[in-house]
């Protein structure tokens, strides 16, 4: 998927601003940029520059001035992307950005391709396949925990975790191979009861590191937050207040919402994806019913239930039942869920009997007046802090799932075999297939379609 052009981006965002930066990078793009490039100080060419130099000069297009810039030099090995590179930065007029660039094609570059810069990292072996994706990762972060998952995973630490798993069973799997030149000899290079005990082992790591996808695709994506209760409860005026702007149509009329409304909002660096909801009831207007039913597929989706209701007509006895249906339906244990009394300003006082709930977590509110709002986010923000982020090899990323989905499986397959007494020529290709699977991760084993996919989802300059 390499060749030995030199290729060329504008790599800041589409439209004018102080200052833009194009990007070049292939063999020959010192001298292609000396080409249009003169230093104020020396007035020498740049084409000899050594790596990490800082030029300040004019941009020179058929004899003419287009701006003062300033161009980086980076020499092979030690730039982005394994070979030489410039990059420019110039002011940031969107005429200025595309006489340069039409300019370094004239001289000899051509345009670059979605994530090309980063895929020649990858094949010039700066970064591994799964530091790559994470680069996309760490541009699209729009909060601090989205932010740290990438550039985690950018530094290396999932990459390491993998290899070493990968590694662990590299060595026997030498060994499994070793038997099969020897078959006919009926020897056993590779202890069958070690290589069940490491099998267990890098099983049990699988299962934990898919199952933190859990986590780390909703810390990604936003943790999915649903609003429900009855209808008329306060929950779109909740909503808004949580959001602090009128994103939902508050009504007096029961069952205003007919359509999950969502909006995503960053606390205290934790995106969180507030669900405003249809209201749970029974109804004979069928496109309420759908809303309804949305509902109920948004509670399943959340990660955390906001169950909102009107203190003033609910009984402690109909709430404590609205709890242990809540527990029955919504049993899982990642799942949590805050009861939410709202529309306390209308109260006269406060019924006791709400007391004898105190081991549940009632947060008392007045939507409309934005009263204890604040209670609410503490207390999404003490569930979040009490998760086990994972260290450095928590997964959020779907190939990598699904690559640790089916090396698991195929572990599985290896150690039944195993325990089955299955000749090695029967268990050997299971074998190969996890370690293929592993290293795929990290993009030891790959394919020009998986790269295809993975770069074209890159923006242009990176």
């Given at each position: 998927?390499?060749?030995?052009?030199?290729?060329?981006?504008i790599s800041t965002?589409?439209?004018?601003?102080?200052?833009?930066?194009?990007?070049?990078?292939?063999?020959?793009?010192?001298?292609?940029?000396?080409?249009?490039?003169?230093?104020?100080?020396?007035?020498?060419?740049?084409?000899?520059?050594?790596?990490?130099?800082?030029?300040?000069?004019?941009?020179?297009?058929?004899?003419?001035?287009?701006?003062?810039?300033?161009?980086?030099?980076?020499?092979?090995?030690?730039?982005?992307?394994?070979?030489?590179?410039?990059?420019?930065?110039?002011?940031?007029?969107?005429?200025?950005?595309?006489?340069?660039?039409?300019?370094?094609?004239?001289?000899?570059?051509?345009?670059?391709?979605?994530?090309?810069?980063?895929?020649?990292?990858?094949?010039?072996?700066?970064?591994?396949?799964?530091?790559?994706?994470?680069?996309?990762?760490?541009?699209?972060?729009?909060?601090?925990?989205?932010?740290?998952?990438?550039?985690?995973?950018?530094?290396?630490?999932?990459?390491?975790?993998?290899?070493?798993?990968?590694?662990?069973?590299?060595?026997?799997?030498?060994?499994?191979?070793?038997?099969?030149?020897?078959?006919?000899?009926?020897?056993?290079?590779?202890?069958?009861?070690?290589?069940?005990?490491?099998?267990?082992?890098?099983?049990?790591?699988?299962?934990?590191?898919?199952?933190?996808?859990?986590?780390?695709?909703?810390?990604?994506?936003?943790?999915?937050?649903?609003?429900?209760?009855?209808?008329?409860?306060?929950?779109?005026?909740?909503?808004?207040?949580?959001?602090?702007?009128?994103?939902?149509?508050?009504?007096?009329?029961?069952?205003?919402?007919?359509?999950?409304?969502?909006?995503?909002?960053?606390?205290?660096?934790?995106?969180?994806?507030?669900?405003?909801?249809?209201?749970?009831?029974?109804?004979?207007?069928?496109?309420?019913?759908?809303g309804i039913q949305?509902?109920?597929?948004?509670?399943?989706?959340?990660?955390?239930?906001?169950?909102?209701?009107?203190?003033?007509?609910?009984?402690?006895?109909?709430?404590?039942?609205?709890?242990?249906?809540?527990?029955?339906?919504?049993?899982?244990?990642?799942?949590?869920?805050?009861?939410?009394?709202?529309?306390?300003?209308?109260?006269?006082?406060?019924?006791?009997?709400?007391?004898?709930?105190?081991?549940?977590?009632?947060?008392?509110?007045?939507?409309?007046?934005?009263?204890?709002?604040?209670?609410?986010?503490?207390?999404?923000?003490?569930?979040?802090?009490?998760?086990?982020?994972?260290?450095?090899?928590?997964?959020?990323?779907?190939?990598?799932?699904?690559?640790?989905?089916?090396?698991?499986?195929?572990?599985?397959?290896?150690?039944?075999?195993l325990e089955q007494?299955?000749?090695?020529?029967?268990?050997?290709?299971?074998?190969?297939?996890?370690?293929?699977?592993?290293?795929?991760?990290?993009?030891?084993?790959?394919?020009?379609?998986?790269?295809?996919?993975?770069?074209?989802?890159?923006?242009?300059?990176?």
């Amino acid at each position: 998927m390499n060749d030995d052009s030199t290729i060329v981006a504008i790599s800041t965002p589409a439209g004018r601003g102080a200052i833009a930066m194009i990007r070049a990078s292939g063999k020959h793009a010192v001298t292609v940029a000396s080409k249009i490039f003169l230093s104020k100080k020396s007035r020498k060419s740049i084409a000899e520059a050594q790596g990490f130099t800082l030029h300040f000069g004019d941009l020179i297009i058929d004899s003419e001035i287009i701006d003062e810039v300033l161009l980086t030099v980076f020499r092979a090995p030690h730039s982005y992307t394994g070979e030489d590179m410039v990059e420019i930065t110039c002011h940031g007029s969107t005429y200025i950005q595309q006489c340069i660039v039409e300019a370094l094609i004239g001289a000899g570059c051509r345009v670059a391709e979605p994530g090309e810069f980063t895929l020649r990292a990858f094949l010039n072996g700066r970064i591994d396949l799964s530091q790559a994706e994470a680069v996309a990762d760490l541009i699209a972060s729009t909060s601090k925990s989205a932010h740290r998952i990438a550039i985690q995973q950018m530094r290396g630490g999932f990459s390491k975790k993998i290899e070493q798993l990968r590694q662990r069973l590299v060595d026997f799997a030498s060994l499994i191979e070793l038997e099969l030149d020897f078959s006919d000899e009926d020897v056993e290079f590779a202890d069958r009861k070690q290589f069940l005990a490491l099998l267990d082992e890098i099983g049990t790591e699988l299962s934990w590191l898919i199952e933190s996808f859990r986590l780390g695709n909703v810390l990604k994506h936003g943790i999915p937050v649903a609003i429900v209760g009855k209808p008329n409860v306060g929950k779109s005026t909740l909503l808004n207040a949580l959001l602090n702007e009128e994103r939902a149509i508050v009504s007096e009329i029961p069952g205003t919402t007919r359509d999950a409304i969502e909006d995503i909002i960053t606390i205290q660096g934790v995106a969180f994806r507030f669900i405003d909801t249809a209201g749970l009831r029974q109804s004979q207007d069928s496109i309420e019913n759908i809303g309804i039913q949305r509902t109920h597929e948004k509670m399943n989706q959340a990660s955390i239930i906001l169950y909102v209701f009107d203190i003033n007509e609910i009984t402690p006895i109909e709430l404590s039942e609205t709890i242990d249906e809540l527990k029955e339906t919504y049993s899982q244990p990642e799942k949590q869920i805050i009861l939410i009394g709202n529309k306390i300003d209308q109260l006269i006082e406060m019924p006791q009997e709400f007391g004898k709930l105190i081991e549940h977590e009632i947060i008392f509110i007045s939507a409309k007046r934005k009263e204890n709002i604040n209670l609410i986010i503490d207390s999404l923000i003490s569930m979040v802090q009490s998760i086990d982020m994972g260290g450095d090899s928590l997964v959020s990323n779907v190939r990598h799932l699904q690559a640790l989905i089916q090396a698991k499986q195929a572990i599985d397959a290896v150690q039944e075999g195993l325990e089955q007494h299955i000749s090695t020529d029967l268990v050997s290709p299971d074998l190969r297939q996890a370690l293929h699977y592993l290293g795929s991760i990290t993009g030891q084993v790959t394919t020009d379609e998986i790269l295809g996919n993975i770069f074209s989802k890159f923006c242009i300059g990176k």
